[in-house]
């Protein structure tokens, strides 16, 4: 029985150091984690003080910066509603575009009471193609647009691919990817000035994106070092 124990200490004691460097090494490990974490969670508490705090004592002036004007697509409901909203509490116009005229007057009657702002609003179905832009670009003219939010999306029913009908698959690829390219040349076509543009994707935590747009995104965020413009472009 001695024996056994005697042979066991010995075991330990010979292993010993071994453990000892594999603690210090855990103990680097877990420095450099608990690091990264506390490094993350002060990075979201100051990035959430500096929007929901600093924002509103320290406010842009954005009509000062961009323009008096702000165009939102698909503006009537949801994230696009808000944002015509946000942009309105900040003292900008806004122009409203979107596919129902009632819901249109209605959210800019909404707006210009509440925010003191004007707006003006464009019915225009995204679906048809290129014979809705004509109509908008009319409503650009005369305009100090400086703020263009690409909002417009349609959602598409799962279904397999062969029961979609044709006319469908038109109308997805005319609201979700040529309303994106065809918003931003009608907005950048201006002379160059500081401006600002933000792409919110159609539901891409459901779907794949399209290499269309993952290939015309990284391109179209290099355009301001490109063309030596004021432009900033976001995309969500």
Same mark, same amino acid.
């Given at each position: 029985m001695d024996a056994v124990v005697d042979s066991a200490? +010995? +075991?330990f004691n010979e292993f010993l150091p071994y453990w000892r460097r594999a603690e210090g090494a855990l103990a680097v490990v877990g420095f450099c984690y608990a690091g990264s974490v506390a490094i993350s969670l002060l990075w979201q508490v100051t990035n959430g003080v500096?929007? &929901?705090f600093w924002s509103r004592l320290w406010k842009k002036d954005l009509v000062g910066k961009y323009g008096k004007w702000a165009v939102v697509t698909g503006s009537t409901d949801g994230i696009g509603k808000s944002y015509a909203k946000e942009l309105a509490s900040k003292g900008m116009n806004v122009l409203l575009v979107s596919r129902t005229k009632a819901k249109l007057e209605r959210v800019a009657q909404e707006i210009s009471s509440k925010y003191g702002v004007e707006t003006d609003i464009v019915q225009a179905d995204f679906s048809e193609g290129r014979s809705v832009y004509g109509?908008?670009?009319?409503h650009l003219k005369g305009k100090d647009i400086g703020i263009l939010v690409n909002n417009v999306g349609m959602l598409v029913t799962p279904r397999l691919f062969l029961d979609i009908p044709e006319d469908d698959i038109w109308a997805y690829a005319s609201v979700n990817v040529a309303s994106v390219p065809a918003m931003d040349s009608a907005h950048t076509s201006k002379p160059c000035k500081p401006s600002w *543009? +933000? &792409? *919110?994707?159609?539901?891409p935590h459901t779907q794949r994106i399209s290499t269309t747009y993952a290939t015309y995104i990284p391109y179209f965020l290099h355009l301001p070092t490109k063309t030596g413009s004021g432009l900033s472009a976001l995309s969500r």
């Open positions: 200490k +010995l +075991l500096r929007v &929901h109509n908008i670009a009319e *543009i +933000l &792409h *919110i994707p159609t539901y």
